[in-house]
Protein backbone atom coordinates (compact mmCIF):
# COMPACT_ATOMS: atom_id res chain seq x y z
CA UNK A 1 0.00 0.00 0.00
CA UNK A 2 1.35 3.44 -1.26
CA UNK A 3 -0.47 6.65 0.26
CA UNK A 4 1.35 9.48 -2.62
CA UNK A 5 1.00 12.80 -1.59
CA UNK A 6 1.69 15.71 -3.93
CA UNK A 7 0.61 19.56 -4.06
CA UNK A 8 2.95 21.23 -1.81
CA UNK A 9 5.35 24.39 -3.41
CA UNK A 10 6.17 27.69 -2.24
CA UNK A 11 3.28 29.91 -1.72
CA UNK A 12 3.22 33.65 -0.49
CA UNK A 13 1.35 34.37 2.89
CA UNK A 14 -2.17 34.46 2.56
CA UNK A 15 -2.06 32.66 -0.53
CA UNK A 16 -3.54 29.13 -1.40
CA UNK A 17 -2.22 25.52 -2.31
CA UNK A 18 -4.41 22.29 -2.11
CA UNK A 19 -3.28 18.83 -1.26
CA UNK A 20 -4.37 15.64 -2.66
CA UNK A 21 -3.25 11.83 -1.58
CA UNK A 22 -4.29 9.10 -3.24
CA UNK A 23 -3.50 5.32 -2.18
CA UNK A 24 -2.42 2.66 -4.55
CA UNK A 25 -1.35 -0.84 -4.23
CA UNK A 26 -3.63 -3.43 -3.07
CA UNK A 27 -6.73 -3.11 -1.82
CA UNK A 28 -7.67 -2.19 2.02
CA UNK A 29 -10.36 -1.20 3.93
CA UNK A 30 -9.90 2.34 6.26
CA UNK A 31 -11.89 4.20 8.50
CA UNK A 32 -11.00 7.54 8.09
CA UNK A 33 -8.32 9.49 6.71
CA UNK A 34 -6.25 12.71 7.70
CA UNK A 35 -3.49 15.33 7.33
CA UNK A 36 -0.49 15.97 9.46
CA UNK A 37 2.39 17.97 9.62
CA UNK A 38 6.03 18.27 10.88
CA UNK A 39 7.67 21.65 11.05
CA UNK A 40 11.94 21.95 11.14
CA UNK A 41 12.77 21.21 14.48
CA UNK A 42 9.13 20.32 15.95
CA UNK A 43 6.67 17.31 16.80
CA UNK A 44 4.84 16.31 14.04
CA UNK A 45 1.29 17.70 14.57
CA UNK A 46 -2.45 17.21 13.59
CA UNK A 47 -3.83 19.13 11.00
CA UNK A 48 -7.33 17.60 9.66
CA UNK A 49 -9.21 14.29 9.05
CA UNK A 50 -12.59 12.60 8.41
CA UNK A 51 -14.15 9.49 9.33
CA UNK A 52 -15.27 7.62 6.47
CA UNK A 53 -18.71 6.46 8.44
CA UNK A 54 -20.82 9.67 9.23
CA UNK A 55 -18.21 11.89 7.15
CA UNK A 56 -17.04 13.47 10.70
CA UNK A 57 -14.64 16.21 10.66
CA UNK A 58 -12.04 17.55 12.49
CA UNK A 59 -9.61 20.53 12.74
CA UNK A 60 -6.59 21.49 14.60
CA UNK A 61 -7.27 25.10 16.30
CA UNK A 62 -4.69 26.37 14.03
CA UNK A 63 -5.98 26.08 10.86
CA UNK A 64 -9.95 26.09 11.59
CA UNK A 65 -11.54 28.48 9.38
CA UNK A 66 -8.61 27.96 6.75
CA UNK A 67 -8.04 24.70 6.05
CA UNK A 68 -10.90 22.22 4.40
CA UNK A 69 -10.40 18.66 4.10
CA UNK A 70 -12.72 16.51 1.90
CA UNK A 71 -13.09 12.82 0.09
CA UNK A 72 -12.05 12.25 -3.11
CA UNK A 73 -14.73 10.52 -5.51
CA UNK A 74 -11.87 7.17 -5.51
CA UNK A 75 -11.81 5.42 -2.40
CA UNK A 76 -9.06 6.36 0.00
CA UNK A 77 -8.74 9.69 -1.45
CA UNK A 78 -8.41 12.87 0.29
CA UNK A 79 -7.44 16.21 -0.17
CA UNK A 80 -6.81 19.74 2.21
CA UNK A 81 -7.94 22.93 0.71
CA UNK A 82 -5.24 25.42 2.58
CA UNK A 83 -6.48 29.03 2.54
CA UNK A 84 -5.05 32.01 3.99
CA UNK A 85 -1.52 30.65 4.44
CA UNK A 86 0.44 32.26 7.15
CA UNK A 87 4.58 31.39 7.48
CA UNK A 88 3.67 29.32 10.47
CA UNK A 89 2.27 26.94 8.20
CA UNK A 90 5.72 25.99 6.12
CA UNK A 91 6.25 22.23 6.82
CA UNK A 92 6.11 18.66 5.69
CA UNK A 93 2.54 17.37 5.58
CA UNK A 94 1.47 14.06 5.65
CA UNK A 95 -1.91 12.51 4.74
CA UNK A 96 -2.45 8.69 6.98
CA UNK A 97 -4.86 6.39 6.61
CA UNK A 98 -6.52 4.45 9.72
CA UNK A 99 -7.09 1.27 8.96
CA UNK A 100 -7.76 -0.02 12.77
CA UNK A 101 -10.71 0.49 15.26
CA UNK A 102 -11.66 2.06 17.32
CA UNK A 103 -9.12 4.93 16.44
CA UNK A 104 -8.49 8.82 17.40
CA UNK A 105 -8.89 11.22 14.48
CA UNK A 106 -6.44 13.40 16.08
CA UNK A 107 -3.41 10.86 16.87
CA UNK A 108 -0.92 9.90 14.57
CA UNK A 109 -0.34 6.48 16.31
CA UNK A 110 -3.52 5.55 15.49
CA UNK A 111 -3.36 5.59 12.03
CA UNK A 112 -1.66 2.87 9.81
CA UNK A 113 -0.60 3.68 6.83
CA UNK A 114 1.49 7.36 6.23
CA UNK A 115 2.23 9.12 2.61
CA UNK A 116 6.12 10.20 1.91
CA UNK A 117 4.89 13.78 2.70
CA UNK A 118 4.81 16.91 0.62
CA UNK A 119 6.49 20.29 1.36
CA UNK A 120 4.46 23.27 2.03
CA UNK A 121 6.83 26.66 2.30
CA UNK A 122 5.09 29.96 2.73
CA UNK A 123 6.94 32.84 2.64
CA UNK A 124 6.02 36.53 4.00
Known amino acids: VQLQASGGGLVQAGGSLRLACAASGRTFTSYGMGWFRQAPGKEREFVAA????????FYADSVKGRFTISRGNAKNTVYLQMNSLKPEDTAVYYCAAAVRRPYSATIADDYGYWGQGTLVTVSS
Open 50 to 57: FTWSGVRT
